[in-house]
């Protein structure tokens, strides 16, 4: 049974920082891309930031330079720092594990979601 377990959300002052963690079980987490998305109230759920198995990161440009995505292998948790929070990351962040296999559910699997909230 895949599970993805998020923690670290909260409320923090624009400028502020917090880390993200989601800790992963039932898959082959060095096979995995992890990546983390984000919903906000009214709008579509966007890609964030992206890890793949080697270890290569992508970001979204709202956010470059400001978070950073990490992976530790010996405990099957992927990470995400972020610094100079803004308002507008106020959003819930969801953990994604993807592999394209056809085992795999198409785009899949999520955790239930950090809300992280940030105020001006």
């Known amino acids: 049974q895949v599970q993805l377990v998020e923690s670290g959300g909260g409320l923090v002052q624009a400028g502020g920082s917090l880390r993200l963690s989601c800790a992963a079980s039932?898959?082959?987490?060095?096979?995995?891309?992890m990546n983390w998305y984000r919903q906000a109230p009214g709008k579509e759920r966007e890609l964030v930031a992206t890890?793949?198995?080697?270890?290569?990161?992508n970001y979204a440009d709202s956010v470059k330079d400001r978070f950073t995505i990490s992976r530790d292998y010996a405990k099957n948790t992927v990470y995400l720092q972020m610094n100079s929070l803004k308002p507008e990351d106020t959003a819930v962040y969801f953990c994604?594990?993807?592999?394209?296999?056809?085992?795999?559910?198409?785009?899949?699997?999520w955790g239930q979601g950090t809300q992280v909230t940030v105020s001006s």
């Open positions: 039932g898959i082959i987490f060095s096979l995995t891309t």
């Open positions: 994604n594990a993807y592999r394209s296999t056809p085992a795999w559910p198409r785009g899949g699997y």
């Open positions: 890890i793949y198995s080697g270890g290569a990161t």
